[in-house]
């Protein structure tokens, strides 16, 4: 290590190449964590978040299960659906996660956090966990949800842990979209209406709701390149056992969508502080 023999002090250098892995990781733990103490502060926001899904299961879905207008072959309607209800449920909590980076922008915090010898990236990628934190709860809820009901999903702790962690993955996309969509328009009631806009046809050009072999052609082509159809076929395969076409596709373009929303994010963040 260089010394300042003027000084008689010591130089510290920065890590390089993959020295700075633990020093990013700690980071993006620290800001995670942080976004995560929010809760502390409103603790009936889960309770509350566990309302809409419900909803979902309870009135549309036992409607439509005895109404028999969806063919989804040998699986009942109900476990066809609640894999589809956790997903939207966690699109609905992490793609509006720009507007809580414009809340603070506007209170001066964000730019404290940016001139910190941590990368936008680290900051990005510590909200996307906490959205996916966060969206952990709705498969809790849901699960629980669906043991009431009587609906038939797994009780295996090692399938649920990772239905935890492929929601964890998509809701990380849809956070970093969010805050992508909050570096270009910088506005945080026009973010608002645009999350509002994009919401729905995201879960309805999915297959959330019904197969993807009901659906028009030109809606399949939109399921195809819709993250949220991934998200939502690992979970269908883990919680309920419908088996994937292609299970490792869909964990890979999970895992691909979220770095590249990462990327985009960080690349747009410092917009927000000019």
Excluded at 48 to 76: D, E, K
Excluded at 239 to 250: K, M, Q
Excluded at 257 to 273: E, F, K, M, T, W
Aim: proline share 5%; charged share 15%.
């Amino acid at each position: 290590m260089p010394v300042d023999s003027t000084a008689g002090t010591r130089l510290l250098r920065a890590p390089r190449g993959w020295r700075r892995v633990p020093s990013m990781a700690a980071r993006m733990q620290t800001f995670a964590w942080v976004e995560l103490q929010k809760l502390r502060h409103d603790r009936t926001e889960l309770l509350t978040r566990t309302v809409q899904p419900a909803l979902w299961l309870l009135i549309f879905g036992t409607t439509f299960n005895r109404l028999h207008v969806i063919n989804t072959g040998s699986v009942p309607y109900l476990e066809f659906l609640a894999p589809g209800i956790i997903a939207q449920s966690a699109l609905f909590i992490s793609i509006f996660y720009g507007i809580q980076i414009i809340w603070d922008r506007d209170a001066g915090i964000l730019a404290k956090l940016m001139v910190t010898p941590a990368p936008a990236s680290a900051l990005v990628t510590g909200k996307a966990f906490a959205a996916g934190v966060r969206s952990v709860a709705q498969v809790i809820g849901v699960l629980v949800l669906a043991y009431l009901m009587g609906i038939a999903m797994t009780h295996n702790p090692l399938r649920i842990v990772a239905a935890m962690g492929v929601v964890m993955l998509g809701s990380a996309f849809f956070a970093c979209l969010s805050m992508t969509l909050a570096g270009l328009v910088r506005n945080r009631d026009r973010l608002m209406g645009i999350g509002q806009a994009i919401t729905m046809p995201l879960f309805f050009a999915s297959n959330a709701l019904y197969p993807v072999a009901v659906m028009p052609e030109w809606l399949r082509w939109l399921s195809r390149v819709n993250p949220l159809s991934y998200e939502v076929d690992s979970l269908r395969l883990l919680l309920v056992g419908i088996p994937s076409a292609h299970p490792w596709v869909d964990l890979g373009v999970l895992a691909l969508s979220a770095v590249v929303g990462i990327a985009a994010a960080s690349a747009l963040l410092r917009r927000l502080v000019r």
